[in-house]
């Protein structure tokens, strides 16, 4: 029922980024559950399949790859004990980056002796701090989002204002002159948005 609920709320406003936001902080988590349990003394190689038992699994009859957390999991886990490294080409839901991240600690602990969990450690404070900075952005661009909206409104409220004052839309919109002042209000209230919506890309890309 909840990975249900999960794939319809992609389709709501805003889903899909909703979505992004909470794989990432699932995958903090993962990458702190992971630490804490290598410096509890669990080996390497049994940390995957104790971690997959905490996460519920999806209700696809074969796993695929990033389709959850907890097939991802024992994914990681199966190929360990084929005696291969974990994570490298075989990604979980989310950010396939995040996990190309957490091949890299493996590979680096592995080949440089490095404790694997103060890697994992650091990671997690990265990418937390990531997160963080992005959520200011969207704080700071929310503002400028709602005056673009507006501004978008206010032709629609001048013609509803225009009807209240005995003059309705249709005559001064009747001829020539009329079809002018609408093609050229509509176009600007296009280019408005679409620069308002990159300025406020702009400003929510990591600098």
């Avoid at 609920?5 to 909703?18: S, Y």
């Avoid at 080409?89 to 002796?113: E, F, N, T």
């Amino acid at each position: 029922m909840r990975w249900g609920r999960e794939a319809g709320a992609v389709w709501l406003p805003g889903g899909a980024r909703r979505q992004r936001e909470r794989r990432a902080e699932e995958f903090i988590v993962l990458l702190r559950r992971s630490a804490a349990l290598l410096q509890a003394g669990r080996r390497p190689d049994a940390v995957w399949a104790e971690l997959a038992g905490l996460h519920e699994p999806c209700p696809r009859p074969a796993a695929e790859a990033g389709c959850c957390l907890h097939h991802a999991l024992l994914g990681a886990h199966a190929t360990v004990l084929l005696g291969e490294p974990a994570w490298e080409g075989q990604p979980g839901p989310g950010d396939p980056q995040h996990w190309q991240q957490l091949a890299g600690c493996l590979a680096v602990s592995r080949v440089a002796g490095v404790p694997l969990a103060g890697l994992l450690e650091r990671l997690a404070d990265a990418l937390e701090d990531g997160q963080d900075a992005h959520q200011a952005r969207r704080a700071a661009s929310a503002g400028p989002r709602s005056t673009g909206r507006l501004l978008g409104l206010l032709p629609l409220a001048g013609l509803g204002l225009s009807a209240a004052a005995g003059s309705p839309p249709a005559e001064l919109l009747t001829g020539p002159p009329g079809w002018l002042v609408l093609a050229t209000g509509g176009g600007l209230a296009v280019v408005g948005h679409l620069w308002t919506r990159a300025l406020v890309r702009r400003a929510e890309a990591p600098s």
